[in-house]
């Protein structure tokens, strides 16, 4: 499976209208409420998310699989690591 293309969100974080840092506390904050392997969708619409999520992902062991943008919001689709 080629999971930058095939990832389902199992779960969905609403961070529109919120700015850095609370998107990255936010998502944190899901992440720990999901099991390993499955998928978190984020959107926001602070453009310094589209830099410091994929960076936070990577530090915090997971994977980065998507960023795509629809209007003013940034989608992230990021599967939990170990």
């Not at 969905?12 to 998107?23: A, S």
């Not at 994929?54 to 989608?75: C, E, I, N």
């Amino acid at each position: 499976m080629n999971d930058k293309e095939d990832a389902k969100a199992d779960r969905f974080l609403d961070c529109i209208g919120l700015f850095c840092p609370i998107p990255i506390f936010n998502t944190t904050h899901e992440m720990e409420k999901i099991e390993i392997g499955q998928v978190l969708e984020m959107v926001t619409d602070d453009p310094a998310a589209v830099q410091d999520i994929p960076r936070w992902a990577k530090r915090a062991g997971h994977h980065f699989l998507k960023l795509w943008k629809d209007g003013d919001h940034y989608h992230f689709l990021i599967r939990k690591g170990t």
